[in-house]
């Protein structure tokens, strides 16, 4: 389960949209995951998942990543998708006992699972196609106006970025103490909800104490390296919008507007 969780990591590319400026990237991300909660058609997330499928496809990122990435949250979305089939009202399709299962109840469990499922394969996709000193530099530049009022861009953004990409690496540090306590005869994730809590401490406090030793190694190397945030700092790489940004926005704007043309008509 460890290991299916991808969020924060970057697969390189020379694709179109490995290319496009993390402006782009983000922005169409944001926007996606909003029309996703203003969508709620089957058909128009049925479109929307053509698109999702359409630019793992051009990236050239395997959609397995997608569906590994959502490994960890299968079992929220089912508890999910029976409590909508359950428990709402609608035209009844099968009663077993005191429970019903309806036809709104169906459409509503697909509409959530599809809905998680896309929001999380959207934000994935922006991670694997950009690298997160290019994402921190994104980030940077679109949160820019707010430094009309004194707020910390470079900061926020680099915690942030730094925050995502230590998703990986503390996933590979817990599997890894994880599989040492099984060498030392650990039980650990078996048993009843309470018993699995308790197995998970052995794990949890080597990994916190990994975690503060690795923020003190990062905050004294970039210390060593005379980081003093924002303060007269350049970019090795200086970012600008071409053809290529213009184009996938421009194909991104009318394929929304399809999909909510589908929403409201349809």
């Known amino acids: 389960m460890i290991k299916n969780i991808t969020l924060g990591q970057y697969l390189p590319g020379k694709s179109i949209i490995h290319r496009a400026d993390p402006r782009t990237k983000i922005v169409m991300t944001l926007l996606f995951m909003v029309m996703l909660f203003i969508v709620n058609s089957p058909w128009a997330l049925i479109a929307s998942f053509v698109f999702l499928a359409a630019v793992f496809l051009i990236s050239g990122i395997p959609f397995k990543y997608a569906i590994k990435g959502m490994k960890p949250v299968l079992y929220i979305i089912i508890f999910t998708m029976v409590l909508n089939m359950f428990f709402t009202d609608g035209n009844v399709l099968l009663r077993i006992g005191p429970a019903k299962i309806t036809e709104e109840g169906l459409v509503l469990a697909l509409v959530v699972s599809m809905r998680v499922f896309m929001l999380i394969a959207s934000a994935s996709v922006m991670t694997y196609t950009t690298t997160p000193i290019t994402l921190t530099d994104g980030i940077e530049k679109l949160m820019g106006p707010l430094k009309k009022i004194k707020f910390p861009v470079h900061e926020m953004a680099m915690m942030m970025t730094i925050a995502l990409r230590f998703i990986p ?98």
Do not use: W
């Not at 590979?172 to 040492?180: G, L, R, S, V």
């Not at 916190?208 to 924002?230: H, K, N, P, T, W």
């Open 169 to 266: 690496t503390l996933i590979d540090e817990t599997d890894k103490i994880m599989k040492a306590q099984a060498a030392r005869g650990a039980d650990i994730g078996s048993g009843n909800l309470l018993q699995r809590a308790k197995s998970f401490i052995p794990v949890l406090i080597p990994l916190f104490v990994s975690s503060f030793r690795r923020a003190d190694d990062l905050a004294i190397a970039m210390e060593a390296r005379c980081y003093r945030g924002s303060i007269g700092r350049t970019s090795m790489r200086i970012l600008k919008f071409t053809g290529n940004d213009v184009a996938i926005l421009s194909v991104f704007c009318i394929i929304c507007a399809g999909i909510l043309f589908i929403h409201y008509m349809i």
